[in-house]
């Protein structure tokens, strides 16, 4: 068992999820007396908030901005500036480099950490985790400030282009086979599993799954999707790593980004290689979470290049030396995972011409 007598977790004092959740901000940061704070956003996104930069302006509140997918290099480049600026508290307004960002810095600077999704991407928005680029093109995890507070303003991220929920939604779906993993791992090789942890993630995915007539015209979906990433970063800070999270679907998504240059949202490949891993276990979840994402026209946004044989070749031999993580690729040869890929797609495909009615059939996957 796992022993949790002298374990220390940090998870957030206060989460906001609604609509309008960005107008406590400031009012937040009044009340918690931070004098100095420095926001982290990028450029002409708050454009979209008046009222924030109004109060930013008022406050004299330093800002700086956040290429798109910094790599550790740059990071470590830019951490001076931000410490000469001699912040007590971070804020962070944006999408997944923004948030990335800041959370590396917090927990570098050891200051309190506020964050202000405006996408639902994936669940950095509230994890201990950061995916870094390195030098080499490969990725790896780096240890991250948690949030003190987080306001996710539901209208603002329901207003985004819908290729970002898709993507979130690729994410939260893809703790089904974390889990799986983890079982599994257990069962082979005695690696503890933190049954909090674990129960918080599969809240997380099931609180999707079982949503009565799941639409991302609805807001109420919405907001459920955020609290479904936002308890699934808290499973990993619970778990103390990104086992409740990450299994052999984000070994193939990581293993995807070498290949292509981090070219596709990863949300988009989790939950793509999610049902490839779902297949392999033989789970009766798999025909479920298909079913799901067809419904909702998750597999429009999957890039067209990964339901090739030829490609998925490439990835399954990287991903085995992504993680040294036991999983299913533990188990199953490149020519098993070949035919299980083989029969995921042509049931794809499949899922894909009974979905959902309402979903336009121009929405569906694209020519294969």
Not at 192 to 208: G, N, R
Not at 323 to 335: H, P, S
Request: negative net charge.
């Amino acid at each position: 068992m796992i022993d949790h007598s002298t374990k220390s977790i940090e998870i957030p004092k206060y989460i906001i999820v609604k609509n309008k959740a960005t107008e406590e901000l400031v009012p937040f940061l009044e009340m918690m007396r931070f004098k100095n704070v420095c926001v982290a956003t990028q450029e002409n996104l708050l454009d979209l908030m008046p009222d924030i930069q109004k109060a930013i302006n008022r406050n004299h509140y330093s800002i700086f901005y956040v290429e798109e997918r910094p790599n550790l290099s740059h990071l470590m480049n830019r951490l001076d500036s931000v410490h000469d600026l001699h912040p007590d508290a971070l804020v962070g307004i944006g999408g997944g480099s923004v948030l990335d960002t800041v959370k590396f810095f917090a927990h570098i600077l050891n200051i309190p950490l506020i964050l202000v999704p405006t996408l639902a991407s994936n669940d950095g928005i509230c994890s201990p985790v950061v995916s870094l680029k390195l030098e080499n093109g490969r990725s790896d995890s780096f240890r991250a400030r948690m949030p003190f507070a987080l306001f996710a303003d539901t209208g603002v991220i329901y207003n985004a282009p819908k290729k970002y929920l898709y993507a979130g939604l690729g994410d939260a779906i893809s703790n089904v086979t974390a889990i799986l993993d983890w079982e599994l791992a257990a069962n082979m090789t005695g690696e503890q599993i933190d049954y909090f942890a674990k129960t918080l993630s599969v809240m997380s995915y099931k609180s999707l799954l079982n949503f009565k007539n799941a639409n991302f015209a609805d807001e109420d979906f919405v907001e459920t999707l955020v609290n479904s990433l936002i308890t699934s970063g808290i499973s990993m800070e619970y778990a103390g790593n990104s086992r409740p999270a990450s299994g052999s679907e984000h070994m193939l998504s990581h293993a995807a980004d070498v290949i292509f240059d981090m070219a596709f949202l990863h949300g988009h490949q989790t939950g793509f290689y999610t049902c490839v891993i779902l297949k392999a276990y033989g789970t009766e979840l798999y025909e479920k979470v298909l079913e799901f994402l067809s419904d909702l026209g998750f597999f429009a946004c999957v890039p067209e290049v990964l339901f090739k044989r030829d490609t998925f070749a490439e990835v399954v031999k990287l991903a085995r030396s992504i993680r040294k993580r036991y999983t299913i690729l533990n188990t199953l040869n490149d020519d098993q995972l070949l035919r299980i890929f083989d029969d995921t797609v042509s049931e794809i495909k499949y899922a894909i011409s009974h979905a959902n009615p309402e979903v336009p059939a121009g929405k569906s996957l694209r020519t294969l």
